[in-house]
């Protein structure tokens, strides 16, 4: 027993040598580190205790800041009379326990919302357009065209210019599905799910509401125009007759130009989606014969819809071009094509950016037609964009007296319609005039008629 004590003993004694050892070995290396950590946490609480101690003097003389506005009888006032409204004392009631807030309080509780809604501005792109279309329905004044005159044109004086315009509507739009399609008592349901899906984007950069992309009958609209101007037979075989005014010309003549086979051409759109997709699906074939410095679509802010909607309001920035929207970059044996049409033909020289609440549609009118004259060596202008805006241009430059369709109804989606601009000045006047005569429809044409049969 006792032998066996001490063999124990003795392997007691062999460990704590060891152990002893061991330490000796490691203890300068340990306590080193130790003191380094040490002085790092010292260093560490050194930074803090500054750091900690401002922000207690930042916190304090806000605190203080609140104190003293909130007591500033004018302020007091306007405080006092916030936490009387109903729907505030009931939201104090529900979070605070208690329905009428102390004026320092309830400022304390205004300061804390305007920060978080100036964060969710940093951090939610769409933010500020929301509160841009709130602020742009209530209080726009787009719906001023300019005014039409009776006044007469020289179109033989030296200093009258003509200009083809083709005029091309988008096809329809997301909005359309949701507000202008089907029974009305399914609105509810319809505008849910595209809230839904609105919400699912909210980070990024497309909406169905706010510049409102084509839906899947826009598309298919969209392909419908491409086929009827591919079907056509050539036109402009004479020579010159591409430099002739449309009143002159036939369809086939007017799509040759349209397609890029006859004369020079531009081609201008909306800055809205639905208006660029349009074009660029609809003129694919002339895009694919061409380069970007020979055909390029130009983006243009005076193009915009007329209206106060939000989907007349555009997503993209100013001088800058838009996203192909998510189901036009599916589209089957299409999609990889319009990707690369938005990224390599859009020119956004001209855009802007979104029109203001102190623009109206009599300056973008003016802002276009100048634009339009200002082209060199260009027989025609082809424009895609909107159904008001077209109309509102007809009203503004066809005599007064005219009581000619272009002037009431809108055009169909998709449609195509050519006619000759003039202008001129006539006793320090600018005169700008579309002659009734000259209207001509090539696609579609106008709503509450009998649709042209396609090619």
Request: glycine share 6%; net charge positive; proline share 4%.
């Amino acid at each position: 027993m006792d032998g066996a004590h001490l063999n124990v003993s003795h392997y007691v004694d062999v460990v704590k040598e060891q152990l002893l050892s061991a330490w000796a070995v490691a203890k300068p290396t340990a306590l080193a580190a130790s003191d380094a950590a040490f002085t790092a946490a010292t260093g560490a609480a050194d930074f803090l205790e500054p750091m900690s101690a401002k922000v207690m003097v930042a916190q304090a003389q806000l605190h203080d800041y609140v104190v003293r506005l909130s007591a500033v009888p004018a302020v007091q006032e306007v405080l006092e009379s916030i936490s009387e409204v109903g729907v505030v004392q009931d939201v104090a009631h529900a979070t605070l326990g208690q329905r009428k807030l102390a004026p320092e309080s309830l400022l304390w509780v205004l300061l804390l919302v305007i920060g978080f809604a100036l964060l969710t501005f940093l951090i939610v792109p769409k933010a500020k357009l929301a509160v841009w279309g709130f602020f742009y329905f209530f209080l726009a004044r787009d719906k001023k065209p300019c005014k039409p005159t009776d006044m007469k044109i020289d179109k033989s004086s030296p200093n009258c210019k003509r200009m083809k315009i083709v005029f091309i509507r988008h096809g329809e739009s997301q909005w359309n599905s949701v507000f202008n399609k089907g029974w009305k008592i399914f609105l509810p349901i319809r505008l849910v799910r595209a809230l839904i899906k609105e919400a699912s984007m909210v980070f990024q950069r497309d909406s169905l509401f706010y510049d409102s992309p084509l839906n899947a009958q826009g598309i298919q609209q969209g392909w419908d125009l491409l086929a009827f101007l591919a079907s056509q037979p050539p036109g402009c075989r004479e020579p010159g007759t591409c430099h002739k005014p449309v009143e002159q010309l036939q369809v086939e003549d007017i799509v040759s130009i349209i397609m890029g086979d006859a004369g020079e051409s531009v081609v201008a759109s909306s800055i809205l989606r639905r208006a660029i997709s349009t074009v660029l699906l609809a003129l694919s074939p002339r895009l694919l014969k061409s380069t970007f410095a020979k055909d390029r679509v130009h983006l243009m802010t005076s193009l915009q819809e007329i209206s106060r909607n939000v989907d007349t309001l555009s997503i993209t920035r100013s001088r800058t071009t838009p996203k192909v929207p998510v189901d036009e970059a599916r589209m089957k044996n299409m999609g990889d094509l319009m990707s690369h049409w938005y990224k390599t033909r859009l020119d956004s020289r001209q855009n802007s950016g979104n029109k203001t609440l102190g623009t109206k549609a009599d300056k973008r009118q003016r802002q276009f037609v100048k634009w339009v004259f200002e082209q060199r060596d260009v027989d025609c202008i082809i424009v895609g964009g909107h159904s008001l805006w077209f109309r509102e241009f007809f009203k503004s430059f066809m005599p007064k007296s005219s009581v000619h369709t272009a002037k009431t109804a809108k055009m169909v989606n998709c449609g195509v319609v050519a006619f000759d601009l003039y202008r001129t000045v006539q006793h320090g006047t600018e005169v700008i005039r579309i002659p009734p005569e000259s209207i001509k429809e090539i696609y579609g044409g106008f709503e509450g008629k009998a649709k042209k049969k396609k090619g």
